[in-house]
């Protein structure tokens, strides 16, 4: 059946003001043309309620004619089939006035294929050509046929069947009547048994063709097809909707792959475009023959409408422990296609199922359709359980959704679920659609504020946490403040973020030894500066029995391994003596430089790695007024916004420089990680004599 029958423009265009020209025409009567009655054409149009003569069956062939088309054929004992709309008649599948029971409401109830109408009717003013308007409202393609000759058809008829397309409005042009102006119409329908399925007052014509004028007839026409495109409002308006949010769905799923339900939101909203392109051409250009329409609409793309939301609200309350419910409405999904797939398989021509399975089969369909339907219910009830504003948020437009989904079950019970508001046609999907889309939008933005807050309330919390350990690390780090007059030191610590992976301690003996700890944990941020805390607390204590480099490695190394979190430390330790010897050992750092000179050293793997790993001591003499520089690999691996790397040529150019002057430098170029610089300066073997000589007696 078709979409909408805006008989009401016919009722208003027979009425003597409606389409009238000059003053001087004639206008006929809107009533009803009998058979064989008069009927007097001016500048309107007529319409031709009855009676119809109607027989089911199809008509014997005589050299290829029809012979129930035939002039004279004595169809006397035909029944009698009235299309004079009655009063306050509405559609029920569309809502529109003005409807006509199909021909299994009128004493053919099982009757599907072929079945013939025809009418006799005298013109008494023939002077332009006569051109048939054809009803908008149709079960399902027809031939016409004039005092004989072929006239159109809507559908494709051939030997090997017959082509069916959603009906629309058609105006054919007849030919002349006989001298004495009779017109003898035969109109040949064919209907498809799944058409008898979808309505239970299906065949035939649901509204009266109509007689008039070619000009007058044209200007009908083109008010019904502005009628049909009203009609469509909704649904274009609806996709039009989805088609704009579809990609901000897919947007956010792209942005979070854990949040699965956007990509089933996206799925939901991204089906409803390619129903309306199916539906726009199979309705409107009648470009897709109804029985493939309704396979790929009913069959491969409505069955999803439902359980595409289930999965959608299933995500959306956090229902994933009940993972029944998915594999419940799929199974459902999958039987609720076959069974729609028997039926609608009828309207191309193919039975998949005898046809007296047909209404069990139909009725499969509307018990697997309750039942996805009760599964939404019970997300919607886990859900209100778990967020009672989003869940009575999201019950009007479910509901609406699933009362739209028994469309076609209501329409078989005369309920339409159509609605007409200033002649623009919304259906209840429809409304549920738009809604669901402004729900789903209100509720997101509410969980994206609410987001947005406690990520605020945990980013101050977190920021709290990084100052406290920065400070700590601060006082950690901090070594106590040297007083030699051998050895001058100089400490600059700039971590890259808030807390840093660099460690470093210089500690005295009360002899006038120094000694330098420098390192470097890998990685950055809270997990790197705990590891620091451990090992600086570890060189104190270790420092408090032996200065000795080796033994100090072997230690760190020792509290690292199986400790570490997957994490290593470069360490480099260094004991200088008043005399100015210097004793180090390096665990995979970098060498100091020595007045502007990298220093040979023999290295070692990183701390944390290896258990008991070899440790070389490699000795020295300072001489006065030498400067050792210690840094980490921050000032080495400072990169530009050009991507060039500081390196170590412009490292060592800048190693005798004062250790602010050096992280300055690297700073300045481009931190990118910890930069740690420790500068020491001897002062000479004469200063550390009188220094540290015994007090002579008196």
């Known amino acids: ?44 149009v007529a319409a031709l309620t009855g009676s119809w003569k109607f027989s089911p069956g199809d008509s014997p062939l005589v050299n290829g004619a029809p012979v129930w088309a035939q002039p004279g054929f004595d169809d006397s004992k035909w029944a009698v089939m009235d299309l004079t709309p009655k009063a306050g008649s509405i559609d029920p599948a569309y809502g529109t006035p003005g409807f006509v029971p199909g021909w299994t409401m009128q004493g053919f109830p099982n009757l599907d294929g072929y079945g013939w109408y025809r009418l006799r009717l005298r013109v008494s003013d023939p002077g332009q050509p006569l051109w048939l308007k054809m009803p908008n409202d149709v079960d399902d393609a027809y031939q016409i046929y004039a005092n004989g000759q072929y006239v159109g058809e809507f559908g494709k008829f051939s030997p090997s069947g017959v082509t069916v397309y959603s009906a629309r409005t058609f105006s054919f042009p007849l030919s002349s009547p006989a001298p004495n102006g009779e017109i003898e119409l035969a109109v040949r329908f064919y209907m498809t048994s799944g058409t008898r399925f979808q309505s239970p007052d299906a065949g035939g014509m649901h509204q009266p063709p109509a007689l008039g004028l070619a000009s007058t ?33 897919l947007w956010a799923w792209m942005k979070d792959r854990q949040e699965r339900g956007y990509l089933w939101l996206f799925s939901g909203l991204a089906i409803a475009p390619v129903r309306t392109a199916v539906l726009l051409l199979g309705n409107l250009a009648s470009k897709m023959p109804l029985g493939m329409q309704g396979i790929l609409q009913a069959v491969f793309l409505d069955p999803f409408v439902l359980p595409l939301w289930i999965m959608f609200w299933w995500h959306w309350f956090g229902l994933r422990r009940h993972r029944w419910i998915p594999r419940v409405a799929w ?73 739209a989904s028994f469309t076609t079950y ?34 997101a933005l509410r969980r994206f504020v609410r987001t947005q807050v406690h990520e605020s309330l945990a980013r101050q919390a977190i920021r709290k946490d990084l100052e406290q350990a920065q400070q700590l690390q601060q006082r950690v780090l901090v070594p106590e403040a040297v007083t030699s007059a051998v050895f001058r030191v100089e400490v600059e610590y700039r971590p890259a973020q808030t807390v840093g992976g660099d460690f470093f301690q210089t500690l005295t003996k009360p002899g006038g030894s120094l000694l330098v700890v420098i390192g470097d944990v890998s990685g950055k941020g809270i997990s790197a500066a705990m590891l620091v805390a451990v090992l600086v607390g570890a ?86 007024g030498d400067r050792l520089t210690f840094m980490t690999d921050g000032v080495v691996e400072a990169t530009n916004e050009a991507k060039e790397l500081f390196g170590f040529e412009r490292t060592r150019e800048i190693s005798k420089q004062h250790a602010a002057a050096i992280a300055d430098e690297a700073q300045s170029f481009g931190q990118e990680d910890d930069i740690t610089v420790v500068s020491v300066s001897f002062a000479g073997v004469g200063l550390a004599v009188q220094a540290y000589a015994p007090s002579a007696p008196f």
Request: one cysteine or more; a negative charge.
């Open 331 to 403: 199974a459902l999904t999958a039987a609720n296609m076959l069974a729609v797939l028997a039926v609608r398989s009828a309207t191309a021509g193919v039975e998949v199922v005898p046809r007296s399975w047909l209404p069990w089969f139909n009725s499969a369909s509307a018990i697997l359709l309750g039942a996805l339907g009760i599964l939404l219910i019970v997300i919607l009830i886990a859900g209100f359980r778990r967020d009672r504003t989003e869940a009575l948020a999201a019950a009007v437009p479910i509901l609406l959704l699933e009362v």
């Open 1 to 44: 059946m078709n979409k909408v029958g805006p008989l009401l423009l016919v009722l208003l265009s027979l009425s003597p003001g409606a389409l009238s020209q000059p003053a001087t025409a004639t206008i006929a009567s809107a009533a009803a043309a009998p058979a064989g009655a008069v009927i007097t054409l001016g500048n309107s």
């Open 539 to 624: 060189i104190r204590t270790r420092a408090d029995e032996s200065f000795d480099p080796a033994s100090m490695l072997t230690m760190l190394n020792h509290r690292l391994i199986g400790r570490s979190g997957g994490h290593f430390a470069t360490c480099l330790v260094a004991e200088l003596s008043p005399d100015g010897q210097i004793r180090i050992a390096n665990a995979g750092h970098l060498p100091p430089y020595l007045n502007g000179k990298e220093m040979e050293l023999e290295g070692s793997l990183p701390l944390g790695l290896v258990e008991g790993s070899e440790l070389s001591v490699q000795a020295f003499m300072l001489q006065p």
């Open 217 to 249: 007839v044209r200007l009908l026409q083109a008010a019904e097809d502005d009628a049909n495109l009203h009609y469509y409002f909704g649904v274009i308006l609806q996709s039009i909707l989805y088609f704009v949010v579809a990609p901000l769905a």
């Open 410 to 443: 209501l329409l078989r019970a005369g309920i339409s679920t159509e609605f007409y508001p200033f002649g623009i046609g919304i259906s209840t999907q429809a409304i549920a659609s738009i809604l669901m889309v402004m729900v789903i939008g209100v509720l």
